[in-house]
């Protein structure tokens, strides 16, 4: 048989499958794999713009002012209908989730604040140039619905509408070229995902990514064709043909933007051998898929299944408002990039913005794929639909209806709990605490040696000695690390003292050519310790004027924003700093060292705030009618890896962060300006940076220098 003679979606996903196989035998990153991926999704992408706007004027200028109201009241309904049969198996899908503890490390996106949705701004530009320049696809529909509605206003516009369905012809024509070579770019993206995709990164994602799965299955292949087919002419096996080819096409790229041109123009063959007595509805499908893009339809509704997901997966509790706030409020997001949307979406159930690097992982593995194959089926259907009702040829197939009623609730409810029995069955460890204590230093360490509590009973002061003379006259520098101060200073598994500051310490150690002593203290021994020159060095505090008046401070080598660690259950309370004060219920402990007396004076006046020894004591039972504690967010993160069942919450608005510096004696400015320069140094080679993205993120650096 003749290769040319294979169907295109045969030779497309056979391709995939031979890439994927190739990239993970050889696991080698040609560049020329992925040079040839990158200029397959760029040509493919490239045709797409100039034909939404071609598409939309051609498809609304060649409507008179009466069939455009038409058509547009029964796409309205048809879309409402479309979301709300959505809507209602995505939030059906939670019911497959387990029970499963969960904690994550520290990031970025945990203190991130999320832009501001502006629905005027990305649905209208000053400059539409600026628009197509940018991509901004809701700017540039709506342009092209306005340039449209304009053209259908003029009467002499034949020749006018001739020359740009000439134009939408030849893009499409281009489109078909360059799909002729989908088998070898598709055979490339294969390849280059089975290198790039890293098996780690499927930790905790299995629920979502599997639950995913099965709801896009369901929708694409069972729930919208078999809709479609009961109430319309169109066939089963006609609807699920007309988007075979760009479903495949848009998994294996990731894109549904790239294949719009193809779902017109196969949609538009469809209606016209269905309806061939009016020439007119083929127009429906120039028009409604290229606005579809911009809609919060299709795969972008798979976002709102990642917001349960991520509530589940944190421990977040949602009601039945919290439902329908994610319709109201969730839905208008979508008008633009989910992924930009996202944050906004996660802040709606005051989920924490670590889960946004959850949901880039999965967009990159398998979501983004998912997502585009459903707006494929979604935008399919759509102009059938349409077109159906245009003619007003709604019939109901009662023996489809009667075999689909019985059908499709049965294999719904069937494969969500297949789901939820499958994933109660795997044997599900918590792993965050496993993966915080097991770590050793970055970098290398000098010897060391520990004391479990001071011995300055047996030194003998003779006067002021400067640090530096008197640590080179030992050998090692004598440094204080706090009890309970993670993840800046505990013991790994194997009893190893380690953490970010331990390492900064080790670091000091090494280009000072010395060992180490360290001596386990408490705060209140700091001071002290300090002063009588036993000790050189602390572990790091924050730079709040308590801790000022007590002791000399380095320059600051690091920062912690201020947020809460509460139970899962408790986070909507901490969410806003203005009800947290106004709150008179609340009781909220703040360990020593982040006890700022004035600040609290002047803050909680209806609140009762308590000072606690350790942040230990806030997990204790004996302490259970404190509601919250107040910590940084760095350190908060790493008590609920020991603890999943608390959070962290950063209420908004985000105050501006505390330094960290580390404590040395009040009386050597000598030692004072080399720690000051000794940091500069460290912070300029990014030694740091990599320690706190280490220690405190749990991401190990792609080069260690």
Request: proline share 5%; hydrophobic share 50%; charged share 15%.
């Amino acid at each position: 048989m003749s290769i040319y003679k294979i169907p295109l979606s045969v030779q497309i996903i056979s391709a995939m499958f031979v890439g994927l196989l190739l990239g993970y035998i050889l696991a080698t990153p040609y560049s020329v794999i992925n040079n040839i991926a990158n200029a397959f999704v760029t040509l493919l992408q490239m045709t797409v713009l100039p034909y939404i706007t071609l598409s939309l004027i051609v498809g609304l200028g060649g409507l008179s002012p009466d069939k455009a109201k038409k058509v547009s009241r029964q796409s309205l309904a048809i879309i409402f209908i479309m979301i709300l049969v959505v809507l209602f198996f995505i939030f059906s899908t939670p019911l497959a989730f387990p029970d499963w503890q969960h904690a994550e490390f520290y990031s970025v996106n945990t203190i991130k604040v999320a832009e501001e949705f502006n629905l005027v701004s990305l649905f209208i530009s000053a400059n539409p140039f600026s628009a197509f320049a940018n991509t901004l696809i809701p700017a540039v529909v709506f342009f092209s619905i306005c340039l449209g509605l304009g053209l259908m206003q003029i009467k002499s516009k034949r020749q006018t509408l001739l020359v740009l369905s000439n134009l939408q012809q030849a893009v499409a024509n281009i489109n078909n070229f360059i799909m002729k070579f989908a088998p070898l770019g598709v055979f490339c993206i294969g390849w280059r995902a089975a290198v790039t995709i890293d098996a780690s990164q499927f930790d905790g994602l299995v629920v979502y990514m599997v639950s995913a799965i099965v709801l896009v299955i369901l929708l694409c292949f069972i729930v919208f064709p078999a809709v479609v087919a009961t109430v319309t002419p169109f066939g089963y096996r006609e609807i699920v043909k007309v988007s075979r080819e760009p479903m495949l096409t848009a998994f294996a790229t990731g894109s549904f933007f790239s294949v719009i041109p193809i779902i017109v123009e196969k949609t538009k063959k469809l209606i016209k051998e269905k309806y061939p007595e009016d020439s007119d509805l083929e127009k429906i499908s120039d028009v409604i898929v290229p606005i579809s893009f911009s809609l919060p339809v299709g795969g972008k509704l798979l976002a709102l299944l990642f917001v349960l997901f991520a509530a589940w997966f944190t421990g977040a509790q949602i009601s039945f408002s919290d439902y329908i706030n994610l319709v109201v409020a969730g839905l208008p997001q979508l008008f633009g990039s989910t992924t930009l949307a996202m944050q906004n979406l996660l802040d709606l159930f005051n989920v924490s913005g670590t889960m946004f690097d959850f949901y880039l992982v999965a967009e990159n593995l398998l979501a983004g794929r998912l997502s585009a194959v459903f707006s494929v089926v979604f935008s399919s259907c759509l102009p059938l639909l349409i077109a159906t009702a245009m003619l007003k040829r709604f019939t109901i197939k009662w023996r489809n209806l009667a075999r689909n009623l019985a059908i499709i609730p049965l294999v719904s409810l069937l494969a969500f709990i297949s789901l939820r029995f499958s994933f109660d069955s795997i044997s599900h460890q918590y792993q965050g605490y496993t993966n915080f204590i097991e770590r050793d230093f970055l970098f290398n360490d000098v010897e060391s040696t520990y004391l479990d509590k001071s011995s300055m009973s047996s030194e003998t002061r003779q006067g002021f000695s400067p640090v530096l003379t008197r640590i080179k006259q030992r050998g090692f520098i004598r440094v204080g690390y706090f009890r309970d101060d993670l993840p800046y200073a505990f013991h790994n598994n194997d009893g190893k003292l380690v953490g970010f500051d331990i390492e900064i310490m080790n670091q000091l150690a090494i280009d000072l050519g010395i060992n180490i002593e360290f001596v386990k203290i408490f705060h209140h021994q700091a001071e002290q310790l300090l002063q009588s020159g036993y000790l050189d060095i602390t572990t790091g505090i924050p730079v709040i004027p308590d801790n000022m008046i007590k002791f000399t401070l380095t320059v600051p080598y690091s920062q912690q924003s201020l947020a809460f660690i509460v139970k899962d259950e408790r986070r909507v309370d901490f969410k806003e700093w203005a009800k947290i004060i106004k709150n008179k219920d609340l009781i909220i402990g703040i360990p020593e060292t982040f006890f700022y007396q004035k600040a609290v004076e002047r803050n909680f006046i209806y609140n009762d705030a308590w000072k606690i020894s350790t942040p230990r004591l806030f997990f204790k039972e004996k302490y259970q009618h404190i509601d919250g504690m107040l910590f940084g967010a760095a350190a908060a993160s790493a008590w609920t890896l020991l603890h999943p069942e608390y959070t962290v919450v950063v209420p908004k608005p985000i105050l501006a962060p505390l330094s960290m510096a580390f404590p040395i004696n009040n009386n050597d400015q000598a030692f004072e300006l080399f720690m000051r320069n000794w940091i500069e140094m460290k912070q300029q080679s990014k030694v740091i940076d990599k320690l706190f993205n280490y220690w405190i993120s749990n991401k190990r650096p792609l080069t260690i220098i």
